[in-house]
């Protein structure tokens, strides 16, 4: 379904840690104002999704609303996949399991893994500069306090949704915010388990990266690192936005992403 110009694209837009299909509520109508389709939905363990995040073991289980509505795009149809900040790792793995429905990903200032490496490469590069008390009063815990090697679940506190993440965006989007999050997970013990993404999967869909130049949470030093990490095809950068652009300025983001769009191979 990817068109542009008098022609329609399917925008799939996906979420990261501790949203919901609720973030995108200012960009969708603007998608859709301009003649496009839109699909919004909460992962696993996320918006109104009833499971807990203790439920979900795995990055692709997490993932399964996605990986089941990329299984009803029919054949010959492609989708613009855009990922927001962990959503990076489940449009990955999306573009792997469906490349011929995939017309580009794109990663919204988003982690972005490689062909090279374990898909938990990028995060684990990311932790080891972020020293524990960047997370402020974020709060890790164990998925099962008796085991050792417990998956560990993710909360973001007030502190780091105002300073980190919402640091540009309006009193009522981060209220909004606070009301709504819940807990998710990184899923580092999974995902230092699991084989790299392949070039015929992944590595075989067109990849475009938007930088979000005032991010404090993933700061645009490490945004530019996974580019160079593992080149894509187009790079765009959105000015004076937080970690939330969906939120702070869903005009230039709509903007950016018809863009995008229109540069797809036809």
């Known amino acids: 379904m990817v068109r542009t110009g008098d022609q329609q694209t399917h925008f799939v837009l996906v979420h990261g840690a501790c949203h919901g299909a609720w973030c995108w509520f200012k960009l969708k109508p603007l998608l859709e104002a301009a003649g496009h389709r839109v699909s919004t939905f909460d992962l696993a363990a996320s918006g109104t999704n009833t499971q807990a995040i203790q439920d979900v073991a795995t990055l692709s289980d997490y993932t399964k609303p996605l990986l089941e509505l990329m299984a009803t795009i029919p054949p010959g149809e492609k989708v613009v996949l855009v990922g927001h900040s962990l959503g990076g790792m489940n449009i990955a793995l999306a573009m792997e399991k469906f490349p011929e429905k995939v017309s580009v990903g794109v990663f919204l200032t988003a982690f972005m893994p490689d062909n090279d490496h ?43 949704l105002s300073s980190k993440l919402y640091q540009l965006s309006s009193a009522e989007d981060f209220e909004l915010g606070k009301t709504l999050i819940r807990p998710s997970s990184l899923f580092m013990k999974d995902l230092r388990n699991v084989e790299p993404f392949t070039k015929g999967g992944f590595g075989s869909v067109r990849r475009a990266y938007v930088i979000c130049d005032e991010d404090n949470g993933i700061k645009k030093e490490f945004q530019q690192w996974m580019i160079d990490n593992s080149p894509v095809n187009e790079v765009k950068e959105l000015k004076h936005v937080d970690h939330m652009p969906m939120l702070c300025d869903p005009k230039q983001l709509s903007v950016c992403l018809f863009d995008i769009a229109t540069k797809c191979p036809k």
């Open 118 to 160: 374990k898909p938990s490469y990028v995060l684990d590069q990311y932790n080891e500069i972020t020293p524990a008390e960047a997370w402020l009063d974020t709060e890790f815990l164990p998925y099962n306090s008796d085991q050792n090697d417990s998956e560990m679940s993710m909360f973001f506190g007030p502190k780091f």
